[in-house]
């Protein structure tokens, strides 16, 4: 990976990075979710992958299929930042953040391996390994396995 990369090498140990899980309020009232995941090498305007997805990814049941649409790249900013995002665009709200712990695949092939270990839940962290795989332009299909507690 190049520092000036928007898209992470094709395997990589993500230990430092992190992801978070915002509840993105639209000013029409609608929500969604927004999964962004930290790829530390990329510059901080392109630094987290970004997934908006209509339920929160570390609640996802395991083996059952999730279809998230692929954002842009977003600023690093958003793993810390809540409130209104400006431009009449609404506001979000983390619900939850985590550590990666290993990426394999590639973005622009179509597949992808992602291992996180989210926040606590009922007193208890956990671990879900995504398995992730691109169907359409901007359109990823994403299956996740609790692998254990972290």
Not at 17 to 40: C, K, Q, Y
Request: proline fraction near 5%; charged fraction near 25%; glycine fraction near 10%.
């Amino acid at each position: 990976m190049t520092n000036d990369s928007p898209h992470p090498a094709k395997e990589s140990n993500l230990a430092t990075s992190r992801a978070v899980i915002l509840n993105h309020t639209l000013t029409d009232g609608t929500i969604h979710f927004d999964w962004m995941i930290e790829f530390p090498g990329c510059p901080d305007e392109h630094r987290l992958l970004s997934f908006r997805c209509d339920e929160r990814p570390d609640l996802w049941v395991p083996d059952q299929l999730f279809h998230v649409e692929q954002l842009p790249n977003h600023r690093a900013h958003y793993l810390d930042f809540q409130g209104d995002i400006g431009g009449n665009r609404g506001e979000v709200i983390r619900v939850t953040s985590g550590v990666c712990s290993g990426f394999r695949g590639d973005i622009d092939d179509g597949e992808l391996v992602i291992q996180i270990g989210w926040e606590e839940i009922d007193d208890e962290p956990w671990v879900v390994r995504y398995f992730g795989e691109k169907t359409a332009q901007n359109r990823w299909c994403f299956r996740g396995d609790q692998i254990g507690l972290a």
